[in-house]
């Protein structure tokens, strides 16, 4: 029986509705304690989010581990028609989430949450539409046997969130987790846990109790829980890299896959025959300012040629000075806050050493908004660190703020070297006109998402995923939903 149609006037009802509660086999069920999430931009407690003990947690995974037997027995393609019908539901409220989103993360409405959940429910509808692609092989092998392999699910996902992108890419692993047919637990994020409640309590409404559960947590107490429970059958998780080392020891321990999506310093290469205007414009985009730089695949360390650095700094300068930085929900604001002091501090830190560098020039750009009831502390101007040796913090380490690394080429084996010089992974770009360069360049650039004068725009039915220490595995795609929440059966008969 499908719950009654979800509606609530107001961002602060969603808010009163998810306070202290899970969504355990499609039901709103009480934690026993609760941890508070803040509204980054005033500094106040937005609401009381669940804080799951390992009991709960435990209880969420037998939830869903009681499910998954009967949706992997209904049709693939129906499960995916469900998923897909879902998918439409979220997209029909996606207002209300973008404005649960931009209270709990600090993001703008306009620039970031509106987006956000646009793109998730678009996730998830593709993924809805291939159900049927879950298909297996048969074998030439003996004229009078019949060798098949078949696409299996792997019982119940634990899907780990972070706070930066919490729909997105929450909507890459429940979607093709779920068409694949698993049940799934997800960890919300517990500095953003509410949007995620809210879409996935939408999607329940047309999903078998039990498919898709959400708890909130702590990553010491419910994250570890949920990892080392023995029905949990694959870890997909996104955040950081000390966090995924960590849950990949756990996952080694007990023999299970696990899929990360780590940290990033993303190289952005312009070449002296870039067209400066749109090299200027993937310089912002890629910086991703609009989200304080706190993205995975954050072009975070930008290379300018020698020939090209005066006019695109003068030019990336002027643009930068437009952005408005504000209030989330303001209509008018490009740019919200950090997500919370900590990550503040970690931030500033990186700024201080740069600061503390002989030769480097540290331009920041834009007012900081005054007044109201915004709070001053999380709010940050786009940051840009010239003059900085190669092998400083802020040039090789991931920062997860609204700060970029400048640096100048003229050589171009040395640039490809530089580019390559950190541990991480996860995408390149190379901004040229040659054809030949663009070739060899992206050939050469190690990292899972390697683009030509542009900057990342997820889209469902591409791949991405990082290499190196920027994590295993990629989302995304067809081939992300076979390799990741799949298993491969061959079956002979003689
Ligand atoms: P985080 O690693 O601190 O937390 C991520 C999640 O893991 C949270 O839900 C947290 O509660 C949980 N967690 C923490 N410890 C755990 C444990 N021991 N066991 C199980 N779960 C645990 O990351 P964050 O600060 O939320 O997010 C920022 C990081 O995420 C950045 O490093 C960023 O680069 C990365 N990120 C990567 C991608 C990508 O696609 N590659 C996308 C977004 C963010």
Redesign the pocket.
């Known amino acids: 029986q499908p719950n009654a149609p979800l509606s609530f006037a107001t961002a602060d009802d969603v808010i009163t509705a998810y306070t202290q509660v899970n969504l355990v086999g499609g039901a709103r069920v009480a934690s026993a304690a609760a941890l508070d999430v803040k509204n980054p931009a005033t500094g106040a407690v937005l609401g009381k989010a669940a804080a799951s003990n390992a009991e709960e947690t435990e209880a969420a995974v037998a939830t869903a581990k009681a499910a998954q037997a009967g949706w992997a027995a209904i049709p693939a393609r129906t499960r995916g028609k469900m998923v897909a019908e879902a998918a439409r539901a979220v997209a029909a409220q996606s207002e209300m989430i973008a404005q649960v989103l931009a209270r709990e993360t600090g993001k703008a409405i306009r620039t970031e949450c509106r987006g956000e959940i646009t793109v998730a429910a678009d996730i998830l509808e593709f993924y809805g539409a291939l159900g049927s692609e879950l298909k297996g092989q048969t074998v030439p092998f003996n004229p009078r046997m019949m060798t098949t392999t078949t696409l299996e699910p792997l019982g119940v996902v634990a899907a780990?969130?972070?706070?930066?992108?919490p729909l997105v890419?929450g909507a890459l692993k429940i979607g093709p987790a779920l068409v694949a047919g698993n049940t799934v637990v997800v960890?919300a994020?517990?500095?953003a846990p509410f949007a995620t409640f809210l879409m996935a309590e939408i999607m329940t409404q047309y999903l078998p109790a039990g498919v898709l559960n959400v708890i909130n947590g702590?990553?010491?107490t419910c994250?570890?829980a949920?990892?080392h429970h023995e029905d949990v059958a694959k870890i997909t998780f996104?955040?950081?890299?000390a966090?995924g080392e960590?849950?990949y020891k756990v996952a080694a321990s007990r023999i299970i896959p696990a899929s990360l999506?780590?940290?990033?310093k993303s190289p952005m290469i312009i070449c002296a025959d870039a067209d400066l205007d749109k090299a200027v414009a993937g310089a912002i985009s890629g910086m991703r300012f609009t989200r304080q730089g706190q993205s995975?695949t954050a072009a975070s360390r930008i290379y300018v040629h020698d020939d090209l650095f005066d006019s695109f700094m003068e030019k990336l300068g002027t643009e930068l000075e437009k952005l408005v930085i504000g209030d989330p929900l303001d209509e008018s604001t490009d740019v919200g806050t950090v997500i919370n002091q900590k990550q503040m501090d970690v931030i500033q830190g990186f700024v201080a050493q740069a600061e503390a560098t002989e030769g480097a020039d540290i331009r920041r750009f834009g007012a900081l908004p005054e007044g109201g009831d915004l709070a001053p502390d999380l709010f940050m101007q786009p940051t840009l660190l010239l003059g900085l040796p190669e092998d400083h913090p802020c040039v090789t380490q991931?920062i997860?703020g609204p700060v970029a690394a400048i640096q100048r080429w003229s050589d171009y084996e040395d640039v490809i070297a530089r580019a390559n010089g950190t541990h991480y992974g996860?995408a390149a770009s190379v901004w040229t006109k040659d054809l030949s360069t663009a070739l060899d360049s992206t050939s050469r650039l190690n990292a899972g998402y390697v683009q030509v004068n542009q900057n990342l725009t997820i889209q469902p039915n591409v791949s991405y995923g990082?290499f190196g220490r920027?994590?295993l595995g990629k989302e995304a795609s067809l081939e992300a939903m076979v390799e990741h929440f799949t298993r491969s059966k061959t079956i002979v008969i003689n």
Request: charged letters at 20%; aromatic letters at 6%; a negative charge.
């Open positions: 780990i969130l972070p706070w930066n992108v890419l960890k994020s517990e500095e702590d990553g010491k994250g570890t949920l990892t996104t955040g950081s890299e966090v960590a849950i999506e780590l940290g990033g995975c991931e997860f996860l990082g920027s994590g």
